[in-house]
């Protein structure tokens, strides 16, 4: 009952969020964030409504797959190597930690060769910090346009996690820039390039995310209870 509750409580503070912020609430998605926790209650979660979860470790992720009853939706949200981009090919439908060309083209292949494509976002590291993974507010205009050659991928957004704050508020200028980005990046057209969503904001800084226009918003300990 507890992760029910909990459900009922963070949509209602995001459609709270998307109103103050004139939005239409149905404009912003939470992505549940399962990571460490067991499939059972991702399955409890998904008997109180919510269809997609988010993962960090493939290993962990791939053995959960397996164990989930409820037919969900996933994405993979976490940092991601290329000698793993495999095991997930074809069982996620949106990678959120795309960060440099060779993963791209590894998630490329490993779709291609499933005759798939696979949605991917953009990971842009606004805060610069070196404990982050990303790539610059700078190179990232560039990144996306060799992206979008490949075949079997389709960028759709970018990602970003800023610095923990205690105050949400002051996460808010990255939020922003990461907005910016994406107006940027879409006002170059590049075929075949979406800058749609916008994948930021976690359980402490969600509402401040939503003000600054996320359409993807992961959240887990307030909703799955803290690790």
């Given at each position: 009952?507890?992760?029910?509750?909990n459900?009922?409580r963070?949509?209602?503070q995001?459609a709270a969020?998307?109103?103050?912020?004139?939005r239409?609430?149905?404009?912003?998605?939470?992505?549940?964030?399962s990571k460490?926790?067991?499939?059972v209650?991702?399955?409890e979660a998904?008997?109180?409504?919510?269809?997609?979860?988010?993962?960090?470790?493939?290993?962990e992720?791939?053995?959960?797959t397996?164990?989930?009853i409820?037919?969900v939706?996933?994405?993979?949200?976490?940092h991601?190597?290329?000698?793993?981009?495999?095991?997930?090919?074809g069982?996620?439908?949106?990678?959120?930690?795309?960060d440099?060309?060779?993963?791209?083209?590894?998630?490329?292949?490993?779709?291609g060769?499933?005759?798939?494509?696979?949605?991917?976002?953009?990971?842009?590291?606004?805060?610069?910090?070196a404990?982050?993974?990303?790539?610059t507010?700078?190179?990232?205009?560039?990144?996306?346009?060799?992206v979008?050659?490949?075949?079997?991928?389709?960028i759709c957004?970018?990602?970003?996690?800023p610095?923990?704050?205690?105050?949400p508020?002051?996460a808010?200028?990255?939020?922003r820039?990461?907005?910016?980005?994406?107006?940027?990046?879409?006002?170059?057209?590049i075929?075949?390039v979406s800058?749609?969503?916008?994948?930021m904001?976690?359980?402490?800084?969600?509402?401040?995310?939503?003000?600054?226009g996320?359409?993807l918003?992961?959240?887990?300990?307030?909703?799955f209870g803290?690790r």
């Amino acid at each position: 009952m507890e992760i029910a509750a909990n459900l009922h409580r963070i949509r209602q503070q995001i459609a709270a969020a998307a109103i103050a912020a004139e939005r239409n609430p149905a404009d912003v998605r939470l992505v549940a964030v399962s990571k460490t926790k067991p499939a059972v209650l991702v399955d409890e979660a998904a008997g109180a409504g919510q269809s997609l979860f988010g993962e960090n470790y493939v290993q962990e992720f791939v053995a959960k797959t397996l164990e989930v009853i409820a037919p969900v939706e996933w994405h993979f949200i976490g940092h991601l190597q290329s000698n793993k981009v495999k095991q997930i090919a074809g069982i996620v439908s949106m990678i959120h930690s795309v960060d440099r060309l060779s993963l791209a083209q590894e998630i490329d292949r490993q779709w291609g060769r499933i005759g798939q494509v696979c949605a991917i976002l953009i990971q842009v590291n606004v805060s610069g910090e070196a404990t982050k993974s990303g790539t610059t507010s700078e190179e990232a205009t560039n990144l996306v346009r060799q992206v979008a050659l490949l075949e079997n991928v389709r960028i759709c957004g970018l990602m970003t996690m800023p610095p923990f704050f205690d105050n949400p508020e002051a996460a808010r200028p990255y939020f922003r820039e990461l907005r910016l980005l994406a107006a940027e990046i879409g006002a170059h057209a590049i075929p075949g390039v979406s800058m749609k969503e916008l994948s930021m904001g976690m359980s402490g800084d969600f509402e401040a995310a939503i003000a600054e226009g996320a359409t993807l918003v992961r959240i887990g300990s307030a909703l799955f209870g803290s690790r």
